[in-house]
């Protein structure tokens, strides 16, 4: 009874309008509408891209001779997956098997509408990881700086044996219209920056692969439209740019129609999906550079196309997402904290930085959005340079403490320290049970810290402890999560705060929720130069309450109530007293598909009691 509770109550405030399109798209996929509305296609041969190596000079640039390894690598098979993982994979790769085990569980050939991941054990992101095509952003980049024929070749050759073992609407990579619409977007960027640097020429088999993949897109927005997240703003981008660049070329009714319909989706989406304050739907930092990079992708083809601007609100809301992830950023090493899921997604990768530099994006997005950098030059001005944006001024204000009450977040700030207060207030699902995780930065080491994602696929009980309240830096009340678990992506009875204070020149934030328990959690942060001090009230709860706080690696020594290492020290003082403390052994996973254990402070109380931790840093510990 209180499952079906539960579910009724998340339907509501999922929305009555997108339980409705998930409804009708799963019925027509059962009805077998799908299938008959997008037959089985057949291999398009190529070539895609005419190149014309003697046009111009190489395209230098501070990452050229980078650039060039990593084409060679892709073309020697060694591809680089979720930003991270190199696998020897061949090439062409094999697109129809997962890269990491080479085995193709799920079956090749078949209609997308029959295959169906579940029940089979396999990730099915392992299987689209490839089908995103940085390894076709390599290419172009590498032959754009060396006009090497061999790249050239190696270009058109991916997506003619791509197509061959991936005929329109066959296969695995056919089976989501997300994953479509971020292959669609990769390629055209490919054959934009080969148009603008090299004056290369779109053939008409790329033509044929741009509408089939506009075809498939637009086939069921609905579903992506019923998820409210990066699904529906991608694939109204996909339709948009597709739908242009075939305009571009002189297609028909069709092509303004894609375009028409990605251009009206987006303007409607983007005023839904981020809000007033900046904050994505998703509850996640990764999430939100997707979603950054994808409203950049649209914002440079509105202009490469000569379309008219987006509407006002649009352009408004494209701004504050941008502001946003410059208050998450960490300017000395372009980290940001791992709130959230992180699946490993990262779109339009035109400078040679890490996984986990967030610079890029946020340089392109601000330059895009308001004209400005919040960033000295470095190589993550590239992609400005690529996309021939000059380069704006850079903004003069200093970063502030500032309150997200839309998303639910708090940043304070004080000189070269900052955390993020994650608030207990969710207005889109929450895929992690994170209220009141409290994240700090000194300089650029992040003490304090959170799990990330590792795989959506694992085993019930990783993918339970990395979304779940113990891998957070809060409270845990009676061995249970927050919130209970509805799905593998989705939790009920959505936290509410209780109460939300903040004051940005002290710099102090609290907040408070109660739980559908009855336990209840006021914590209070205040920040200064040398210190960060935690207060956490408890109280409600039946058997015992676990405090966590997961530290950076470092050799931690426990003595009383205090750890201690060569960052800093973190101490607790209670009334009562805990009944226990332990320098536990955690997991984090900064990457996906990758996990490594952290060292986790545990006090563990057996009744209501105030909890002070003072962490001190530098000069103070």
Not at 256 to 278: C, F, S
Not at 307 to 327: G, I, K, Q, T
Not at 477 to 490: E, K, T, V, Y
Not at 595 to 616: M, N, Y
């Amino acid at each position: 009874m209180i499952a079906a509770f539960d579910r009724v109550q998340v339907a509501y405030r999922l929305g009555t309008a997108n339980v409705l399109r998930v409804m009708a798209y799963r019925a027509a996929l059962g009805a077998g509408l799908y299938r008959l509305s997008s037959p089985a296609g057949k291999p398009i041969p190529g070539p895609f891209m005419a190149f014309d190596e003697s046009v111009g000079e190489p395209t230098r640039g501070p990452s050229g001779e980078r650039w060039l390894a990593e084409a060679r690598a892709v073309l020697s098979g060694r591809h680089r997956l979720y930003g991270h993982h190199v696998l020897e994979t061949g090439f062409p790769p094999d697109w129809t098997a997962n890269p990491f085990t080479g085995k193709a569980v799920l079956p090749p050939g078949l209609h997308w509408t029959r295959i169906d991941p579940k029940g089979s054990g396999e990730d099915i992101k392992d299987y689209w990881e490839l089908s995103r095509f940085d390894g076709l952003v390599a290419l172009t980049l590498g032959w754009l700086v060396s006009r090497d024929p061999a790249l050239a070749t190696g270009w058109n050759q991916w997506l003619a044996d791509w197509s061959l073992r991936n005929p329109a609407n066959c296969g695995v990579n056919w089976r989501c219209g997300q994953e479509t619409s971020l292959r669609l977007l990769q390629t055209l960027l490919c054959a934009e920056l080969l148009v603008m640097h090299a004056k290369s020429r779109p053939l008409p088999a790329l033509e044929r692969f741009v509408a089939e993949h506009c075809r498939r897109v637009a086939l069921t927005t609905i579903y992506g439209e019923g998820q409210s997240n990066n699904h529906a703003l991608s694939e109204a981008v996909a339709l948009y740019v597709g739908g242009g660049w075939l305009c571009r070329l002189g297609e028909g009714a069709p092509a303004k129609r894609w375009m028409d319909a990605g251009r009206r989706r987006l303007e409607r989406l983007v005023p839904q999906l981020v809000m007033p304050d900046g904050s994505f739907a998703q509850n996640s930092v990764n999430y939100h550079r997707l979603a950054l990079d994808v409203l950049s992708l649209a914002e440079i083809w509105r202009r490469r196309l000569d379309d008219r601007p987006f509407s006002a609100v649009h352009d408004e809301r494209f701004r504050a997402a941008a502001d946003w992830l410059d208050a998450f950023v960490d300017p000395h090493t372009g980290d940001a904290p791992n709130i959230g899921a992180n699946d490993g997604a990262r779109l339009a990768v035109l400078s040679r930085s890490r996984f986990r530099d967030f610079r890029p994006s946020l340089q392109l997005a601000l330059a895009l959005s308001s004209g400005t950098k919040a960033l000295p030059d470095g190589p993550w001005n590239e992609p400005l340079t690529w996309l021939g944006i000059a380069q704006p001024p850079r903004r003069q204000a200093e970063r502030t403490s500032r309150l997200f009450p839309d998303g639910g977040y708090a940043a304070l700030v004080c000189n070269d320290t900052w955390c993020v207060l994650r608030l207990p207030h969710y207005r889109f699902r929450p895929s992690h049970c994170d209220g009141l995780h409290l994240d700090l930065w000194i300089g650029d080491i992040n003490l304090l810290r959170d799990s990330g994602s590792h795989r959506y696929n694992a085993v019930p009980k990783t993918a339970s402890y990395f979304a779940g309240t113990s891998s957070h830096n809060t409270v845990q009340f009676d061995d249970r999560d927050q919130m209970p678990r509805i799905g593998p992506f989705l939790f009920g009875r959505w936290l509410e705060p209780d109460e939300i204070s903040f004051d940005g020149k002290v710099p102090m934030v609290r907040a408070a929720y109660h739980d559908s328990w009855g336990a209840s959690h006021r914590r209070t942060v205040e920040l200064t130069d040398g210190d960060c001090t935690i207060r956490d009230e408890i109280s409600g709860f039946r058997r015992k309450a676990v405090l966590r706080w997961r530290l950076a690696p470092a050799d931690w020594r426990l003595t009383g109530a205090t750890v201690t290492s060569s960052l800093g020290s973190l101490s607790l003082a209670s009334s009562p007293e805990p009944v226990s403390i332990a320098v536990a052994s955690g997991q984090e996973s900064l990457h996906y598909r990758e996990r490594h254990p952290i060292p986790v402070v545990e006090a563990v109380f057996d009744r209501p009691t105030v909890i002070t931790t003072t962490i001190r840093f530098g000069a103070a510990a």
